[in-house]
């Protein structure tokens, strides 16, 4: 395997394990056969070791800041910490919106028709934000409670939370006659309670993705235990 | 759509069965013979059982090991490093080797009743 690959797939690993496995570890790659298999095998392993640390390895090594807010505050890192996160990821969505209607349709009164050329893309870079960011906090928070190792009471609320906002959330794109551009976001919670299926089905689709990545951790690390 | 012949599908299956797959045992095995480092592992283990550990899965089962107290590094050899095992390390792979045979042994006992 060429050195500069080596190196690259090296940097996959956390500084802990690289500051004790690093230079070894990249000797050996560059024995080996730079084949597609041998770097799926090392992203993959540098990946559990980044979810799934080795015991003992990282000991007094791992960020021990936010270790301390997970025990401090757990409600602040897995719940309003990801909803601002939430918001954040909304808000640029809706501001992709609002700048593309005015850029690609300021003659209709509302951004919600068929556009093409660049405006397909720009449109879509808003839509794909807005549909991934439930999903993309949610994996977050799995990511900081697979390494913080927390009780699951906050994680849990953490991600309800955002797969009832990523469920019930609504944009709404108005304008008045002659006026300016309008776009808001709302919350459908009320007919979310009364069993509407879209939003319920939404809210559910967001809560299994998010909850997958942990079950999965779960199901390896049993595995590995035994 | 392709197909697959019986016999492929049976050379795989007995493929599968034949590459013992616990990469913390295999290295412990490896390592039973005498120190070595990473790339000796991998070929020693490959003629061993026929078993293709990749490098990320090698180091995964050493870090551990190392981490267990089972195996020890030893000095770097011109950036490679060797390792060796541990009398706990001897200890835990022939507890574990005297089950597998005892477990060996009787399925195959079972198997001549048939």
């Keep these: 395997m060429r050195a500069g690959v080596a190196k690259l797939l090296v940097r996959l690993y956390p500084r802990y394990w690289r500051d004790r496995y690093g230079e070894e570890f990249e000797a050996l790659l560059q024995t080996r056969a730079g084949n597609l298999r041998t770097s799926a095998n090392v992203i993959w392993s540098a990946l559990r070791e980044r979810v799934s640390p080795t015991p003992g390895l990282n000991q007094g090594r791992r960020s021990v800041q936010l270790h301390s807010w997970c025990m401090r505050a757990p409600w602040a890192v897995f719940g309003l910490g990801p909803l601002l996160f939430l918001a954040v990821a909304y808000f640029v969505a809706c501001f992709i919106l609002w700048s593309g209607w005015r850029m690609f349709l300021p003659q209709s009164n509302t951004p919600f028709i068929p556009v093409g050329g660049y405006a397909v893309f720009y449109f879509e870079a808003g839509k794909l934000l807005y549909y991934a960011a439930p999903i993309l906090v949610g994996w977050a928070v799995v990511l900081v409670c697979a390494r913080q190792n927390p009780k699951a009471v906050w994680p849990g609320v953490g991600l309800v939370l955002i797969a009832l906002v990523g469920g019930t959330t609504q944009v709404h794109a108005y304008r008045a006659a002659g006026g300016p551009e309008h776009v808001s976001l709302g919350f459908a919670l009320g007919s979310f309670l009364h069993g509407i299926p879209g939003g319920a089905s939404h809210a559910l689709m967001i809560l299994s993705l998010t909850m997958l990545p942990f079950v999965v951790w779960r199901f390896q690390k049993d595995l590995a235990s035994r | ?114």
């Design chain 2, 1 to 114: 759509m392709r197909s697959t012949s019986p016999n492929v599908v049976v050379r795989q299956r007995d493929s599968a069965l034949e590459n013992f797959s616990d990469p913390p045992m295999l290295v412990l095995a490896s390592l039973a013979e005498g120190p070595k480092h990473g790339h000796a592992m991998i070929d020693d283990i490959a003629g061993l059982c026929g078993t293709h550990l990749g490098p990320g899965t090698l180091y995964g089962a050493i870090a551990r090991l190392e981490q267990q107290g089972l195996i020890e590094p030893l000095a770097a050899e011109d950036r490679r490093r060797p390792y060796r095992i541990t009398a706990e390390g001897s200890r835990v792979l022939r507890a574990r080797l005297t089950t597998l045979h005892k477990f060996s042994k009787a399925g195959l006992k079972r198997l001549e009743a048939l």
